[in-house]
């Protein structure tokens, strides 16, 4: 290894955004290699609103693999961090810094050891797949600085490793998790099925629920859910496959109708499993269930589905409005019925692209307060408010896939010290 006298240390820094579910995974046929029962879809969102970024650093300085994420150290003894270190390891390429005299050989990657940082710009843990974002944006950043050969759909089967949902986070737009037939789960992988400009139309607004970290996790409710419910088994193997194709379809031909139907199909079904877990998993509560009832209302109302809903394993609601006028509608809406509590600042409550609060002509606190009840409503208990019950909203689109971030200042960790700054 050339240059090692130098102590060099070099570093990649790159993002990758989260994406939410349309057809659901839930359950695996192999726990450690993160398996799932059946394909999944996922819309991926923009990076600049709900995103994972990770630094990774390597020198001869460096005598073990460290990890700090949001700025405290974590263990990185865990498995699922060790499974995707060693895959991303072992496909290693040769690397070569001719001016500053670096050297790295293939076979040498596994005697260097790792500084790594990551940062969310949105809440972890709290059901809004933070760690999809950071595994994919692990994988991604590993494989670039180790200079990997291999395409997304490779690098998925190890992002995968780290939690089954960040396979779907590497690419952009609408991409299927195809669930595979290999006992190693090489053909478990991602593909992208369209790019985000493929039906930019969409517009999607998330109520964040509760931030607080939820009682049971993704990995725990699906391994009690396999267990126990035998709904599940009934929607992977006669249901999930059939409603595949129809989500293929809907969103190749830009089919809002279909599309809002299978996507609250499906979350409904989900959370139906988990309801038919023993003991049941309950992770929507009453603000969840007035949301859905919102959104059902409305789209009766209309005759055509306006918005389509959908809920990860929390109380939080992603929902995915068919374009900029239907989301301006359901944002007054939502700001309506959820109201921020009274010491609240509007900065702080509507978070993300502000073009659709601009649009619905709302600009403070008062153009909340005079919000009227929407037309649909027709008795009085329709009319309640309910300040407080959402935290806050986040307006975002679906977006583009992992990113290299080339300034240095974009950097997590310091080029002298390969400490985060
Ligand atoms: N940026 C990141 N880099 C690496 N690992 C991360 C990152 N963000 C989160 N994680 C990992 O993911 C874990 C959180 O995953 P968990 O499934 O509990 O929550 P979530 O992904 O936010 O919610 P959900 O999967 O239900 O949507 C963290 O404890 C950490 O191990
Ligand atoms: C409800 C879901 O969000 C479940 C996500 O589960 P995770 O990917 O978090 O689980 P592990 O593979 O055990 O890490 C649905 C989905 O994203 O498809």
New binding site residues.
């Given amino acids: 290894m050339a240059g090692e006298m130098n102590k060099w240390i070099l570093m990649v820094t790159t993002r990758a955004p989260t994406?939410i579910?349309v057809i659901?995974?839930?359950g695996?046929r192999d726990e450690k290699l993160?398996l799932p029962i059946n394909d999944?879809i996922?819309v991926t969102l923009d990076l600049n609103h709900l995103s994972a970024t990770t630094t990774v650093a390597v020198s001869p300085s460096f005598e073990e693999d460290r990890m700090w994420l949001n700025g405290k150290e974590i263990p990185l003894s865990g498995g699922r961090y060790q499974n995707c270190l060693r895959e991303i390891r072992s496909r290693a390429g040769d690397f070569k810094d001719e001016k500053r005299g670096i050297h790295i050989k293939k076979e040498d990657w596994c005697k260097l050891h790792f500084h790594i940082a990551s940062y969310n710009n949105f809440p972890t843990a709290a059901g809004l797949?933070s760690?999809?974002a950071g595994f994919a944006c692990l994988v991604f950043s590993l494989a670039k600085l180790m200079n990997v050969n291999d395409d997304l759909s490779q690098l998925s089967a190890i992002a995968r490793q780290g939690?089954?949902?960040?396979c779907r986070s590497l690419y952009g737009g609408f991409v299927k998790w195809a669930m595979g037939n290999d006992l190693n789960g090489s053909d478990s992988v991602a593909i992208q099925l369209a790019r985000e400009t493929h039906w930019s139309d969409l517009v999607i607004i998330i109520a964040v629920v509760s931030s607080r970290q939820k009682e049971t996790s993704?990995?725990t409710g699906?391994r009690e859910s396999v267990e126990t419910s035998t709904l599940l088994q009934h929607r992977a193997q006669v249901l999930v496959p059939g409603r595949i194709l129809q989500m293929e379809d809907a969103i190749r031909n830009r089919d809002f109708s279909s599309f809002a139907r299978l996507t609250c199909v499906d979350s409904n079904q989900?959370h139906a499993i988990c309801l038919d877990t023993n003991p049941p998993i309950f992770y929507m509560n009453d603000t969840s269930h007035k949301l859905i009832n919102l959104v059902e209302r409305w789209n009766r109302h209309e005759g055509t589905p306006q918005v389509a809903y959908t809920f990860?394993?929390g109380p939080n609601a992603v929902m995915i409005a068919k374009d900029q006028k239907a989301a301006t509608h359901l944002l007054q809406r939502l700001l309506f019925y959820f109201p921020p509590p009274p010491e609240n600042e509007m900065s702080s409550y509507v978070l993300g692209d502000k073009t659709i609060l601009q649009e619905a002509g709302i600009q403070s606190l008062n153009d909340i307060k005079a919000l009227r009840p929407p037309p649909e409503v027709n008795n009085e208990a329709s009319t309640r408010r309910y300040p407080g019950d959402v935290s806050y909203f986040i307006c975002t689109r679906p977006g583009k896939g992992a990113l290299v971030l080339e300034e240095e200042d974009e950097a997590l960790i310091d080029t002298q010290t390969g400490l985060p700054k």
């Fill in positions: 994406n579910a659901k995974y839930w695996k993160i999944s996922s797949a760690s999809a939690s089954g949902s960040a993704s990995t699906m989900f990860d394993a």
